[in-house]
């Protein structure tokens, strides 16, 4: 395949609905254990980190530890759920499971499947900000005012976390070898964009690494500066940032799987 | 009409020849069998005709419209029964059917009306709310049958729809391939069950190494192939010696010998009388004798 054919606008429609429901309809069997971590995870963090830690640490750029966190909690919810769900997830429904096979033998196609995939796992990340919206506006540890906006931008940061899922899973050998870009990229990230201490406390050269080339930087950035309710216009840039890496990840992921699939 | 054309058909895969120009063509309402031993291709050509696996050379037309450019129209009105089962186990039967509908854009009420129609077709409106992991592979089997006809097919595509299955339910699925055929829809499945496939197909080719071997209707091929009888007898040379100075048409196979005649019953007096061997047996010509006389005897691996 020539390297144009890796980013060639993929032939989606609107049968792609159907897996999403597919993925929402299984989703929704275990409501309540699916809604548990994203409800409860904010509020261990904030205890453990924002109150227990927070009070030795003073205050960062003039905003208390649990506030500066806060944000951070919800954009590393977003990175979890849809990565997580585009590569393990569906690894196990496409090889273990053969759901995809399943649904290619229908009037549905190859990129439907992958497009429903990744929208379905978008939808679990903006599923876990608009859970953890509430629990953490009430210890007052967010802007309500611009509060909402954080869900369409979790919707983003979800399909961009959810195609760089779908490329592992399209490269994958196994499912024990997405392991790798878990230790490799997705926890460094957790670490290192800004999360739990400002990124200008780290050297410069790895500043620039991180705002070039981690996308958890990006996120946090972003509802970072919705939760202090300072929307400044470098949320643009943040937001530039998302939209187009984003927009190239999601044509390599889906023209990957059909490549991985369509034999 | 013909639903099915293919011509000149080739499937390679990195560096296997899967299927090695084959033509053939499957008239609306036939039921028609693609037979083979395991590797020969008859998986990689189901397949194909479903529009999952691109064709590399040669056409392939479906209800006359091109495999490869109409592949949404064409699967709209195609049923697939898969090798490998592949049912969503995150759903209890019933909801497996409902779910599968949405597929094909069929509304709500009507999906709903169809799957309880379809688990009585199949006999399993008792196991409706199981979850499908719990279903014995007879069952599994069954209620793909019946997800392959949620959207109603014109034809259906079987990959070896009786695998596995114990003689009541393999009747049964047989049973209602039938019923189906019946109603007008084509049928064309894969099948290591000779015996049923000379029963039931209207017409089937024999491949091998992705070529076909053989092509026709069950009784068309044993008479062209094998004739319509075989005499079995215990190899012994007295025995060859008889057969090659009546130049009958026979082969060795291990300890056996087959004498294939459209006359069982003179070849059988001729080696009884005429030779003195006492120990062989006359029967009718199977479509399993044409199989194993045109793939041979030897084991793929
Ligand atoms: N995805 C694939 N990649 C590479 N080679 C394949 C693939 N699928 C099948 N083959 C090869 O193509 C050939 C034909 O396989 P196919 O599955 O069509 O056989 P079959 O007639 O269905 O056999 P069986 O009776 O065992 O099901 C075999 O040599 C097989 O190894
Ligand atoms: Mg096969």
Redesign the pocket.
Known sequence: MRISEYFRLPKVSSKSYAVWQRNKDVFAKDIKLNFLPPFLEPLLYLVALGFGLGRFVESIDGVPYAKFIAPALISISVMYASFFECSYGSYVRMYYQKTFDAIIATPVTIEDVIAGELLWGATRSMVNATVMIPVIALFGLIDIRYALLIIPFAFLGGLLFGAIGMCFTAVTPNIMSINYPVLLFITPMFLFSGTFFPLNALPEPIQYFAIAFLPLTHIVNGIRLIGYGTLEPVILFDLAWIVVVCAVLLLLSINLMRKRLI? | MPVIVARGLVKK??D?L?VDNITFSIEEGEMFGFL??????????MRMIQCVSPVTSGSLEIFGMDAMSHPREIKSHLGVVP?ENNLDMDFTVYENLVVFSRYFDIPRDEAERRATELLEFVHLEDKKDTMTESLSGGMKRRLILARALINRPRMLILD?PTVGLDPQARHMIWDKLRALKKQGVTVVL?S?YLDEVEKLCDRLVV?DY?KILVEGSPSQVIREYVGSGIVEAEKDPELIRCLEMKEANYEVIGELVHVYTDNPKQIAEYLTMECSISKLSARPATLEDVFLKMTGRRLRE
């Open positions: 034999v | 895969y990195k296997t899967a083979g031993p395991n590797g020969a291709g008859k998986t990689t050509t090798q070896e894969t290591h491949m992705g």
